[in-house]
């Protein structure tokens, strides 16, 4: 199985909302990531978790919150979110043997608009 | 300083002619070097990638790529474009320096006309 699941496909929120994205894969993957897509934009990485430990956070405000509960999950929490949250939010997992050689495999992605 | 650059933001190719995305990059380590794919609304699908082993990569669908150090490239070509390669392409470097730095390139948008 090379597949990463991400839910739910598509998200529309308030600013004043709650809410959660998750990430899903079952390829043994120790490494997982959280980037975030603006329209005719390339990916910008948000949050690295290697072996359920947050690694690298790029400077992402608060109101983002990543969690990884087990190896396999990555959530990230919404709370207080601005317009210009709105994107496409790609989940990543990684075989990590090193890091810079490691092919990410990415989700479908959810696209949330925050009104 | 990590950095890549694609020399193109549009490429327009008719089907059954070759594809050529250009990728530069430039790198203060031995970088990994990787190209992925994006149709309109999907994730990023892996097409290839460089890891200092042979120079001339070959991937999926008919792509491949070469990576020259002198002239620091690393260029995607196929024989011939179809249809289905339309899409959002993009040239990635990957390095390990005190930390782990993925950066992409800003994208090549490949149009196919039939």
């Known amino acids: 199985d090379t597949e990463v699941t991400q839910t739910p496909k598509h998200l529309v929120m308030g600013m004043t909302n709650k809410k959660s994205l998750k990430c899903e894969q079952h390829?043994?993957?120790?490494?997982m990531y959280w980037y975030k897509q603006k329209a005719k934009k390339p990916p910008e990485l948000m949050f690295v978790y290697s072996y359920e430990k947050l690694s690298i956070n790029e400077s992402v405000p608060s109101r983002f919150s990543p969690e990884c509960p087990n190896s396999s999950l990555l959530n990230l929490h919404l709370h207080a979110l601005q317009p210009e949250d709105s994107a496409l939010y790609l989940c990543?997992?990684?075989?990590?043997?090193?890091?810079?050689?490691?092919?990410?495999?990415f989700g479908p992605g959810t696209r949330l608009t925050v009104l | 300083a990590q950095s890549v650059t694609q020399l193109d933001s549009h490429v327009s190719v008719s089907e059954g002619t070759p594809v050529l995305l250009r990728c530069n990059y430039s790198s203060s380590y031995s970088p990994s070097l990787f190209w992925y794919v994006q149709h309109p609304n999907k994730g990023l699908q892996l097409l290839l990638k460089y890891t200092s082993a042979a120079t001339l990569v070959k991937g999926i669908n008919g792509f491949e790529a070469e990576f020259k150090k002198s002239e620091t490239s690393f260029h995607l070509t196929k024989p011939s474009a179809h249809m289905s390669d339309a899409a959002e392409y993009f040239c990635v470097v990957s390095v390990i320096t005190g930390g782990f730095k993925t950066i992409f390139g800003a994208g090549t948008r490949l149009f196919v006309k039939a």
């Open positions: 390829m043994g993957h120790r490494a």
């Open positions: 990543a997992s990684a075989d990590w043997a090193g890091g810079a050689t490691d092919t990410q495999y």
